[in-house]
C-alpha cells in the first residue's frame, strides 16, 4: 500500500462512517428505543461485519463483480426490498410498554414488547447495505487498488477503528433522545420519522 494514502484513507473512513446511513438511523433508533447496552451488539455487529466484509471484498469478491457486471443489479433489488422490510418493522415497532422514561439509567428500556437486532443479524445486514457495499468497493478500488493482502488488512484496519466509535455516536444520540421520548406517540412518531429517512436513504441506489 502507498502509506502517501493513509491520511486520505483515514478521512474518507471518517467521513463514510459518520455520515447518515441505514446503518447508522438504524442504531440511533434502537438507541431510542432500547437504550445503549441493548443496543452494543448491533454496534459490534456492524462494526466487525463490515470490517469482514470489506476483507472479503478485498481478497476476491470485487473479481466477482469485475466479471459479472449484472451481479450489481441483482444485489440493488435485494438491498432494496430488505431495507423496505426493515423500514417497515421500524415503523410498526411496538408501543412502550413502561410509559416514559424518567431516570438516567440506561437499564430502564423504553420498549420492552420488541427486541433490538443483535450481533449476527447486524453483520449479516451488511451484505445487503449499499451504502455499506459502496463503502467497501470504493475503499478497496481506491486505497488497494493493487489487492495485496498487506493493503487489504491496512483498509480493514483503519475502518475497523474509526467505524465502531463513529456508528456509536448515533446510538449515543438516540439514547439521549429517550429524555424527549416519553410517550407512546412521541416514540411512535420517531419511528415512522425513522423509517421514512431509512426509505429516504434508498434514493442514491434507486438513480
Request: aromatic share 12%; net charge positive.
Amino acid at each position: 500500500m502507498n502509506y502517501d494514502l493513509l491520511p486520505a484513507l483515514v478521512a474518507f473512513a471518517f467521513v463514510s462512517s459518520i455520515t447518515p446511513g441505514p446503518n447508522n438511523l438504524m442504531l440511533m433508533s434502537s438507541g431510542a428505543n432500547f437504550g445503549f447496552q441493548r443496543t452494543i451488539p448491533h454496534m459490534l455487529g456492524v462494526g466487525l461485519g463490515f470490517v469482514f466484509m470489506l476483507l472479503m471484498v478485498g481478497v476476491g469478491l470485487i473479481q466477482l463483480f469485475d466479471l459479472y457486471p449484472q451481479s450489481y443489479s441483482v444485489l440493488k433489488v435485494f438491498s432494496v426490498v430488505y431495507l423496505i422490510y426493515l423500514a417497515y418493522k421500524i415503523a410498526t415497532s411496538a408501543a412502550p410498554a413502561t410509559g416514559h422514561d424518567k431516570t438516567d439509567n440506561e437499564d430502564v428500556n423504553i420498549n420492552q414488547q420488541g427486541t433490538p437486532m443483535n450481533f449476527l443479524q447486524a453483520a449479516s445486514f451488511q451484505w445487503v447495505n449499499p451504502k455499506a457495499w459502496t463503502m467497501a468497493l470504493t475503499a478497496i478500488s481506491v486505497y488497494s487498488p493493487s489487492r495485496n493482502l498487506e493493503s487489504i488488512v491496512i483498509v480493514a484496519i483503519v475502518f475497523g477503528l474509526i467505524n465502531l466509535p463513529s456508528v456509536s455516536l448515533w446510538t449515543v444520540l438516540g439514547q439521549q433522545l429517550r429524555r424527549i421520548l416519553t410517550s407512546a406517540t412521541k416514540l411512535r412518531i420517531f419511528n415512522i420519522t425513522m423509517a421514512m429517512l431509512l426509505l429516504a436513504s434508498l434514493y442514491p441506489v434507486l438513480i
